[in-house]
């Protein structure tokens, strides 16, 4: 009791631990240098898109040249080979939206009926599912456009679209979320009432389904926007190509030299014109965006 109270008197305070530790400030050190790594080439597109053609070879390159000309590299890019690259967006947001819809109706489809329907071979369909997510996309294209070409869909729309319907890892995702969201009782329930399996889909677990919807959406527009090598296989009419084909053919004709002007900003500032749309899709659904990844944490 008395060395408490003399403790006390003497003014000492019982240790408390520190509210910033090592291991806190090194990883608030080890994010900060992640940050910057991404930021970084976003920053250098957004300072590059406001100098002109001898302005991004004659100054610092993370830094704004002493003319700010975006507004006149907006001019050129809108107005370069007819307006080509309005089409080049029309295109990529075609194939964007569609494939991205398409992709997350069937991987819903599919990922309710691995989750809450049990039919004969269920297990080993899944499994192979799994595996198909471990084979790269790219490996995937040749065959692909083999078969598109025997089809007589290859050079249209459809040998774009076709092939980006079928997202395994959304399948995947949506049918943990199923699994774990959408409780068997209210299924039964129901079927008990009356509703069909086709009801019970679209009115009972699709509305509870809607978080992971939207992440599976997104990924999947993303994907598709960002796609290259597919279209660039595919395809061969420019005015079928999307914004990733289209922009390679302009850096490639200032390369090689077509006895035109090498307009270097002008592919920049496309560059930056191109990642808008997924940023405002990405501020637009954010919501349920980050609702559709953390709920399996909820549960």
Do not use: C
């Amino acid at each position: 009791m008395n060395t408490v109270t003399s403790g006390t008197i003497a003014g000492t305070a019982p240790h408390r631990p520190s509210r910033f530790g090592g291991g806190r400030i090194a990883s608030h050190a080890v994010m900060a240098v992640m940050a910057l790594y991404f930021l970084l080439p976003f920053w250098w597109l957004l300072v590059a898109a406001t100098k002109d053609n001898d302005g991004l070879f004659g100054s610092q390159p993370l830094w704004f040249a002493g003319d700010l000309n975006l507004i006149g590299n907006l001019s050129l890019l809108f107005s370069q080979d007819g307006g080509v690259y309005l089409k080049w967006l029309r295109n990529s947001a075609l194939y964007a939206v569609v494939s991205g819809v398409g992709a997350t109706a069937i991987a819903a489809l599919a990922g309710y009926a691995f989750a809450k329907l049990r039919f004969p071979g269920r297990t080993a369909l899944f499994a192979t599912l799994l595996g198909l997510i471990m084979v790269p996309a790219t490996a995937l294209v040749l065959p692909t456009y083999l078969l598109m070409s025997e089809a007589g869909l290859a050079d249209t729309v459809w040998a774009v679209i076709l092939p980006s319907l079928l997202n395994p890892f959304g399948v995947y995702l949506l049918r943990v979320y199923t699994h774990d969201s959408v409780p068997d009782e209210m299924l039964e329930a129901a079927r008990i009432d009356g509703a069909g399996e086709l009801r019970v889909f679209t009115r009972v677990a699709l509305p509870a389904m809607r978080p992971a919807l939207v992440t599976v959406l997104l990924f999947s527009m993303v994907a598709t926007w960002n796609n290259f090598f597919l279209p660039l296989v595919m395809l061969s009419d420019h005015e079928l190509f999307p914004l990733t084909v289209g922009l390679r053919t302009w850096y490639m004709s200032a390369i090689i030299g077509n006895g035109g002007p090498a307009l270097f900003n002008v592919i920049v500032v496309g560059a930056l014109v191109a990642i808008v749309p997924l940023i405002i899709a990405f501020l637009l659904l954010q919501r349920h965006w980050r609702g559709g990844l953390t709920v399996g944490a909820l549960k």
